[in-house]
T-cell receptor, first 112, second 117 residues
Framework: GAGVSQSPSNKVTEKGKDVELRCDPI?????LYWYRQSLGQGLEFLIY????????KSGLPSDRFSAERTGGSVSTLTIQRTQQEDSAVYLC??????????FGSGTRLTVV | AQTVTQSQPEMSVQEAETVTLSCTYD???????LFWYKQPPSRQMILVIR??????QNATENRFSVNFQKAAKSFSLKISDSQLGDTAMYFC??????????????FGTGTRLTVIP
């Protein structure tokens, strides 16, 4: 597609459950980023994929968070044993040159 | 570490008037990029304007322009002839240049702008 696609758009889950969030970047974009936006806050960097290099996981808040990117394209962010503080909007972005991102519309995760 | 500060949580402006949103940042890098992003209720982050630190000329995109003061580490956004569609959250962001490693963006906490009819 023409843009970055994220699914689901909204997700409500029970505390303790695992969730998977999907990001489909723009075709050909080598870089992919995940950010978290908590209510009233700016965006918090989570993880970065660049081509076939090892991902930069320095932003992941705990070992309950993980992400993978298969075939250099689609990425999945997994949160295990969700907690209420995980409630946020999770935004994905991709870029080709590293100087300009295209963001998706995000997944709003609500942990109840 | 890079930090980005937006000291105005909320602002409002009358339609057709001009408004300036403030942003300051802290870095030890000499070359980098600065951005303003707009986030309407649809949640999607939309790039408004970009500035490369080595360029002294302030970037301009139609009604949007920046005042980039490198020595002061200041990067304000001016919106002229404000329109109702400009109502959104505005985020200032910093990024190191491509050859300095991971190109993740560092964001400020945002300014909520409301354009009043």
């Amino acid at each position: 597609g023409a843009g970055v696609s994220q699914s689901p758009s909204n997700k409500v889950t029970e505390k303790g459950k695992d969730v998977e969030l999907r990001c489909d970047p723009i075709s050909g974009h080598t870089a992919l980023y995940w950010y978290r936006q908590s209510l009233g806050q700016g965006l918090e960097f989570l993880i970065y994929f660049q081509g076939n290099s090892a991902p930069d996981k320095s932003g992941l808040p705990s070992d309950r968070f993980s992400a993978e990117r298969t075939g250099g394209s689609v990425s999945t962010l997994t949160i295990q044993r969700t907690q209420q503080e995980d409630s946020a909007v999770y935004l994905c972005a991709s870029s080709l040159t590293g100087s300009g991102y295209t963001f998706g519309s995000g997944t709003r995760l609500t942990v109840v | 570490a890079q930090t980005v500060t937006q000291s105005q949580p909320e602002m409002s402006v009358q339609e057709a008037e001009t408004v300036t949103l403030s942003c300051t940042y802290d870095t030890s890098e000499s070359n980098y990029y600065l951005f303003w992003y707009k986030q309407p209720p649809s949640r999607q982050m939309i790039l408004v304007i970009r500035q490369e630190a080595y360029k002294q000329q302030n970037a301009t995109e139609n009604r949007f322009s920046v005042n980039f003061q490198k020595a002061a580490k200041s990067f304000s956004l001016k919106i002229s002839d404000s329109q109702l569609g400009d109502t959104a959250m505005y985020f200032c962001a910093f990024m190191r240049t491509a050859w300095a490693g991971a190109n993740n963006l560092f964001f400020g906490t945002g300014t909520r702008l409301t354009v009043i009819p």
